[in-house]
């Protein structure tokens, strides 16, 4: 029932902002109580959980990359984006969207999108 899809540039300059949108389709960004996360997985490496943000438009974001890391949405569109400032090669990833409960657990990811190759290059 749930969908999520991924859209945004396949490619970005270094140093340029990245921004990704998720667009939800059979269920509300805005019903309680579930977290909308963005995760990446660079080529030969495992996943990286990047943020979220809540029902009620709470974020949270990985301390690894909080400070360059953005996340909103549109509740009108019921959507939520991914900003990514200052990119560099090491971002070359497929990016994710996808639904959580807050835990702890990939286990809780329970709804997922297909994934979009980002890749970083001048």
């Known amino acids: 029932q749930v969908q999520l899809q991924e859209s945004g540039p396949g490619l970005v300059k270094p140093s340029q902002t990245l921004s990704l949108t998720c667009t939800v389709s059979g269920g509300s960004i805005t019903t309680n109580a579930y977290y909308w996360s963005w995760i990446r997985q660079p080529p030969g490496k495992g996943l990286e959980w990047m943020g979220a943000?809540?029902?009620?438009?709470?974020?949270f974001y990985n301390p690894s990359l909080k400070s360059r890391t953005s996340i909103s949405r549109d509740t009108s569109k019921n959507q939520f984006t991914l900003q990514l400032s200052s990119m560099i090669h090491e971002d070359t990833a497929v990016y994710y969207c996808?639904?959580?409960?807050?835990?702890?657990?990939?286990?809780?990811?329970?709804?997922w999108g297909q994934g979009t190759q980002v890749t970083v290059s001048s």
């Open positions: 996808a639904r959580d409960l807050g835990g702890s657990s990939w286990s809780t990811f329970g709804y």
């Open positions: 943000i809540t029902y009620s438009g709470s974020t």
